[in-house]
């Protein structure tokens, strides 16, 4: 199994502008590449609070022996209730790295990975909800086609939708290779077609919308994001990495959104303090988005993909 390796890393720690006796959030401690360094930048009035659903990652947590540093196993999407319940009202920066580590995708008692063998899972919280062996004994060919289509980007949904509501009336469809193989016959041929164009294997966008779905990605990086705005003390930084277009779209409309939301009265000319009393604006969008040098796609392929971006909370006082 490979060494993970950290998507850009010291981009992200250098990002949050660390404050040596700040209040810091990982969102997504994975196996903790970013925690560590955020906790080496710490002093010893700082503080760490992560966050992972995955059981795999609050066991691999346990090495960390610091008093500065804490983890809840919880989806980030709970995170203000969370840290309003450990006292904490205002943080100085929060980490969000999206999407799945390399473990998860490596390990195939997972169910994530359409290359090899394995238990047709692909939920990030081993310990509850729906597996999606279970989901594809019971979705209709539409909604299957929909989420397809939606978080996919599928062009074939249609078609593949149909291909795995026929194929579970013959067999159950409960190991990774049955759902790929069912995938790769019906995009096979025009996979053949594009494959100087593109090698991607043909159930990458299934199976990526079927994780997405059952792990509620979307959704809760929906709800996470406004929560990140009132938690952040003026000047805080809110770290974004996401790993495919449909979580980048979030995350780049919410901060133009935050960033950009002035209501003004028109044709009435305002001095400078009232600017900022009717002003909305809760962010300003720090640099350009950043994407991983040539070095480390050579090193780790997974991030080919990252976009990472960040902004900083501000505070109009009028």
């Given at each position: 199994m490979q060494t993970h390796i950290t998507v850009l890393l010291h981009e992200a720690i250098n990002a949050l502008a660390i404050k040596?006796?700040?209040?810091y959030v990982d969102g997504t401690f994975g196996r903790g590449g970013h925690s560590r360094l955020i906790l080496s930048q710490l002093g010893v009035g700082g503080r760490l609070i992560a966050f992972d659903k995955d059981p795999t990652a609050i066991?691999?947590?346990?090495?960390?022996?610091?008093?500065r540093f804490c983890i809840r196993h919880s989806g980030f999407f709970e995170m203000q209730r969370i840290l309003q319940e450990m006292g904490i009202e205002k943080i100085d920066g929060v980490l969000l790295d999206l999407g799945m580590s390399s473990p998860q995708l490596e390990e195939t008692s997972r169910g994530f990975s359409f290359r090899s063998e394995g238990p047709l899972d692909m939920r990030m919280d081993t310990s509850?909800?729906?597996?999606?062996?279970?989901?594809?004994t019971t979705v209709t060919e539409n909604q299957l086609e929909k989420v397809i289509k939606d978080y996919g980007e599928e062009r074939h949904a249609r078609q593949i939708a149909r291909a795995i509501t026929m194929a579970r009336t013959r067999q159950p469809i409960v190991t990774t290779l049955q759902l790929a193989e069912i995938i790769s016959a019906i995009v096979r041929a025009?996979?053949?077609q594009r494959q100087r164009e593109n090698m991607r294997h043909p159930a990458t966008r299934t199976f990526q919308a079927i994780r997405i779905h059952l792990n509620q990605e979307l959704e809760e990086l929906s709800l996470v994001l406004p929560q990140c705005v009132e938690l952040l003390k003026p000047g805080g930084r809110l770290v974004v990495i996401s790993f495919h277009s449909l979580e980048d779209r979030i995350v780049k409309q919410f901060m133009r959104a935050a960033a950009n939301s002035n209501e003004l009265p028109r044709g009435i000319p305002l001095r400078e303090k009232d600017l900022k009393r009717f002003s909305k604006q809760k962010l300003k969008l720090i640099g350009k988005a950043i994407r991983p040098n040539e070095h480390e796609v050579t090193e780790n392929i997974r991030a080919r993909s990252a976009v990472m971006r960040v902004a900083e909370r501000i505070t109009f006082n009028g």
């Open positions: 040596p006796d700040g209040i066991l691999s947590s346990e090495v960390i022996k610091d008093k509850s909800g729906q597996t999606a062996a279970e989901w594809l025009r996979q053949r």
